[in-house]
């Protein structure tokens, strides 16, 4: 069964398209009216589903001229079963993906997600060229062609971990401007994919990627990739953080800390106490009379040789807070 359940909502009558704009645009407000009513009661349901209004010939969304209206449900990926003819399937993969039909674009996506979950070896020669057709549909302006490319983008990270790193950096740059904009469930589902990125793509691997965008001149952006950042981190273990460089991670989270947005603001923090409770475990120092090596440096001496002094009272002054709640609280 299909994953986009199409249905006829509502067709303006010849009569009515032929009348005067003010009967026009009062059968038109009628019409919104009804099908708000219809994805209100859905979502009430439980249903997830998006009321797509046409486009027009330049592709963009069109809300005036509604001819028809579609619904659109999207299946969760533990919801996904397996496709029923895997050899037809992979023969027009790529042709569903490439189509100029966007019915048949979101059927593509969602056999790509079926295979991605059963059968990820298929599509591993093909996984190059399929993944440019999944950013040309994060791109499209139709929110249900975006979404699904977004679901389908999550179950690719998840089946392919780091074998996709190669192909990463259009896909990445979409999520972050696609869980930066201001509709709503785009948002979200783009969130949904971040989070599976980080939990499935080595973060050794994956922080070069993210750093380029804590500089990038949209506060949103910069805030998403520092949220990236700080879910990764804890990933590398204190081995990994170590080979990564600990004096590049203070220096990322010590320039999120007076960023714009408190996402940016909050993400730095918890990288900043992860990254001093890995320092503070791993340069244990020992009496001085005992031991031949150096006394190893504190954390706030560390800090003061990494950074620049401001930015080193930034840090110190949330790690020595976090540190003075948890003695009071003990």
Same mark, same amino acid.
């Given at each position: ?9 509502s067709k303006i009558p010849e009569s009515e398209r032929m009348? %005067? ?23 009430? !349901? ?7 209004? #046409? ?26 079963? @397996?496709?029923? @003819?895997?050899? +037809? ?9 490439? *189509?100029? @039909? ?8 969602? +056999? $790509? ?15 190059? @060229? ?8 994060? !791109?499209? #302006?139709?929110?249900?062609?975006? /979404? ?29 401007? /696609?869980?930066?904009?201001? !509709? ?14 980080? *939990? ?5 691997? $994956?922080?070069? /990627? ?19 950042? *700080?879910?990764?981190?804890?990933? $590398? %273990? ?6 990564? %460089?600990?004096? !590049? ?22 990288? $900043? ?13 020992? #009496?001085?009379?005992? *031991? ?39």
């Open positions: 069964m299909s994953e986009i359940a199409l249905r006829d909502v009348n %005067g704009s003010s009967s026009n645009g009062n059968f038109l407000k009628h019409q919104f009216d009804k099908i708000g009513a219809k994805a209100e009661e859905g979502h009430k !349901k439980g249903m997830t589903s998006l009321v797509e209004a #046409p486009l027009t010939t330049d592709g963009t969304e069109n809300s005036g001229a509604m001819l028809a209206n579609l619904e659109v449900e999207y299946i969760e990926s533990e919801n996904l079963k @397996d496709v029923e @003819d895997l050899e +037809n399937c992979l023969k027009t993969l790529l042709s569903e993906l490439s *189509s100029k @039909d966007w019915v048949s674009v979101c059927d593509g996506l969602n +056999n $790509l997600r079926r295979l991605s979950i059963f059968h990820r070896e298929a599509i591993v020669s093909m996984l190059t @060229d399929v993944i440019s057709l999944v950013v040309k549909s994060l !791109k499209n #302006p139709r929110s249900a062609v975006c /979404k699904t490319a977004i679901m389908a983008s999550a179950d690719i990270f998840i089946a392919y971990n780091d074998d996709i790193i190669d192909s990463l950096d259009p896909l990445l740059v979409q999520l972050l401007l /696609k869980s930066s904009q201001d !509709k709503k469930f785009v948002c979200e589902a783009a969130e949904i994919a971040l989070i599976a990125l980080t *939990s499935s793509v080595s973060p050794l691997l $994956l922080l070069p /990627k993210l750093q380029p965008y804590i500089k990038n001149r949209n506060p949103r952006i910069r805030a998403k990739a520092s949220m990236c950042i *700080s879910r990764s981190v804890p990933r $590398l %273990g204190v081995d990994g953080i170590e080979a990564f %460089g600990i004096d !590049k991670l203070i220096q990322i989270g010590a320039s999120q800390l007076s960023d714009q947005l408190p996402e940016s603001r909050d993400a730095a923090r918890t990288l $900043l106490l992860e990254l001093q409770s890995v320092y503070e475990k791993s340069h244990v120092p020992e #009496p001085a009379a005992l *031991s031949e090596e150096p006394v190893i440096a504190s954390w706030e001496q560390f800090c003061q040789s990494k950074l620049s002094p401001l930015s080193a009272q930034a840090v110190l002054r949330v790690t020595n807070t976090a540190r003075e709640g948890l003695v009071s609280d003990s």
